[in-house]
C-alpha cells in the first residue's frame, strides 16, 4: 500500500559559515531539526558550539527535535514574542505559531550567528527525510523567505545600522550596529527609564555596552507604528554584531530548551548561577558579574530579569562567558507590587533579600561565597556613595526618580540605600 504524500518545506541552519542542521516542515505541522552528520563528526575543538547542551549532553547531536507548529526552543527563542510577532504573521498571512514559515521569514538576520536559509526543492538531504516514516515525502520551495531583522522579546524594537549620524532601521549598511526602542504608548518615558538604570548599573561595576538616547528625528525607516509624544528612543549597541561580523549568543531560556512562554517560571537564580559557574570559560568572573547583576536588579526594582534577559555570548565559537548586561528597567514604576522575575533562594520579594540570600544562591551556585561577598559590598558602596546623586544628573522621570528613591529604603538593611 502506498504511503499518503506530504509537502515538505526545509530550511538549512548555518553557524559561522558550518551547515549544522536541517529543519523539515511538513504540510501537517510536523517539524523536524535533524543535525547534519558532517557537524555531527567534526572534533569537538573545532566545531562551534549551536547550544550549551551539545556540551553537556555528548548524544545532543545524534537525536533529531521533533515539534508540532512550534520549532526547538533554541531556535523559537530567536523569534520576536507578543507584538512584533503578530506584525511578523500579519505580513506573512500565517498564523502567529506558524514558527517555520516565521523562522524562514526573519532567518538571514537572527539574534546572534545562526542563519536559516530556504532550501530549494529537491535539495532537502535523505538523512533530513527520514524520521517521518509515516508519509512520503514531497519536497516543495519554502513559501516564506525574506530578509527581516528578528529580535527577541515583546517591546517594539528594531535593529538598524549607525550611519552619518542616523540609524537606519532594519538595514545592514555599516558595522555600527545598534538596537532602538522606541518609546511605549502605554507606559511613560520608558527610553529614559532604561538609560539611567543601566548608567547605574555600569557605575556599580556592571559590564554594558555602549548605549545611547537618540532623537525619534535621528531614526530612518521606521514602520508607522503609533508613538507617543516623546524625545527620545532608547539605543543599545549590539554585543553580537562586530567588524568581523557575527558572534554567537544563547540567552538562557535557549540554554534549558524552555520556550519563552516558560521565561518566568520553572528555573530560579541559583539553577542559572550553577549552569553559568559549571559551564563558563571564565567562571569566577563570570558567576561574580552576575552576583552583581543580581543585586543591582534589586536596588533597581527590575523585575523583568527573566531567562532570556541573561545571555551567554561565544566571542571565539567553542567557549561560552556571560554576554554583557542588557534590559535593565525600573519595572516597579509601572507594576504595581512587582517582584524579581525568578525565584532567588525561595523568594521573590525585593524587601526579603539579604545578603544570607546571596550566600545560600552562592552555595546552591557550588560557587565560592569568600570570593562574591566582597563584590556585593563593593555594589552596596557604589550604590550609597554615588547613586542618589547621580539619579538626580539622569534623565528619568521625576516621579520614577521618586518611586526609585522609596524603593531603596524599602529594602532589607544589608541593602537600604536611603533610611525610610
Known amino acids: 500500500m502506498s504511503k499518503q504524500i506530504e509537502k515538505v518545506e526545509g530550511l538549512n541552519i548555518q553557524l559561522h559559515g558550518v551547515d549544522i542542521a536541517v529543519i523539515a516542515h511538513y504540510a501537517g505541522g510536523k517539524n523536524i531539526l535533524t543535525f547534519n552528520p558532517e557537524f555531527v563528526a567534526m572534533p569537538t575543538n573545532k566545531r562551534p558550539v549551536f547550544t550549551l547542551r551539545q556540551l553537556r549532553d555528548p548524544n545532543y547531536l545524534s537525536k533529531p527535535q521533533i515539534r508540532t507548529e512550534k520549532i526547538s526552543p533554541v531556535l523559537s527563542n530567536l523569534l520576536p514574542e507578543g507584538v512584533l510577532r503578530e506584525l511578523t ?47 512520503e515525502p514531497q519536497q516543495i520551495n519554502v513559501k516564506h523567505a525574506d530578509t527581516k531583522f528578528s529580535l527577541a522579546g515583546v517591546q517594539m524594537k528594531f535593529s538598524s545600522s549607525h550611519l552619518d549620524g542616523r540609524y537606519h532601521i532594519d538595514q545592514e549598511i555599516s558595522e555600527d550596529m545598534w538596537i532602538i526602542k522606541t518609546p511605549s504608548t502605554v507606559h511613560k518615558g520608558v527610553p529614559v527609564n532604561e538609560y539611567t538604570c543601566m548608567k547605574l548599573a555600569e557605575v556599580a561595576g ?65 539553577q542559572l548561577a550553577n549552569v553559568l559557574y559549571q559551564s ?64 532567588m533562594v525561595g523568594t521573590k520579594q525585593w524587601s526579603e533579600v539579604s545578603m544570607r540570600h546571596f550566600e545560600v544562591w552562592a552555595e546552591k551556585a557550588s560557587a565560592p561565597w569568600v570570593a562574591i561577598k566582597p563584590h556585593l559590598i563593593d555594589v552596596i558602596e557604589i550604590a550609597r556613595k554615588n547613586w542618589p546623586d547621580l539619579l538626580q544628573q539622569l534623565p528619568m522621570e521625576a516621579e520614577h526618580k521618586s518611586a526609585l528613591r522609596q524603593h531603596w529604603q524599602q529594602l532589607s538593611s544589608d541593602f537600604q540605600l536611603l533610611k525610610g
Not at 284 to 301: E, F, H, K, T
Request: proline share 6%; charged share 25%; net charge negative.
Open 89 to 135: 504573521a500579519k505580513a506573512l498571512q500565517c498564523h502567529v505559531n506558524n514558527e517555520f514559515s516565521i523562522l524562514a521569514y526573519l532567518g538571514a538576520n537572527l539574534p546572534g550567528a545562526l542563519i536559516a536559509q530556504p532550501i530549494k526543492a529537491g535539495n532537502v538531504p535523505d538523512w533530513a527525510l527520514e524520521h517521518r516514516l509515516s508519509t
Open 280 to 343: 563558563s570559560s571564565e567562571r569566577l568572573r563570570d558567576i561574580q558579574q552576575m552576583a552583581r547583576r543580581l543585586l543591582i536588579n534589586i536596588l533597581l526594582g527590575n523585575g523583568d530579569a527573566h531567562l532570556k534577559n541573561w545571555t551567554l555570548i561565544y566571542p571565539d565559537a567553542l567557549s561560552p562567558r556571560l554576554s554583557p548586561l542588557y534590559d535593565v528597567l525600573f519595572t516597579s514604576a509601572y507594576i504595581e507590587n512587582d517582584s524579581l522575575a525568578l525565584n
Open 206 to 270: 556592571a559590564e554594558i555596552p555602549e548605549i545611547r538616547l537618540i532623537e525619534l528625528k535621528a531614526l530612518v525607516g521606521l514602520p508607522k507604528i503609533k508613538l507617543p509624544d516623546e524625545q527620545y528612543a532608547y539605543g543599545i549597541k549590539r554585543f553580537d554584531r562586530n567588524d568581523k561580523g557575527r558572534i554567537h549568543t544563547e540567552d538562557f531560556a535557549q540554554v534549558f530548551e524552555l520556550y519563552p512562554s516558560d521565561k518566568y517560571q520553572k528555573v530560579n537564580y541559583e
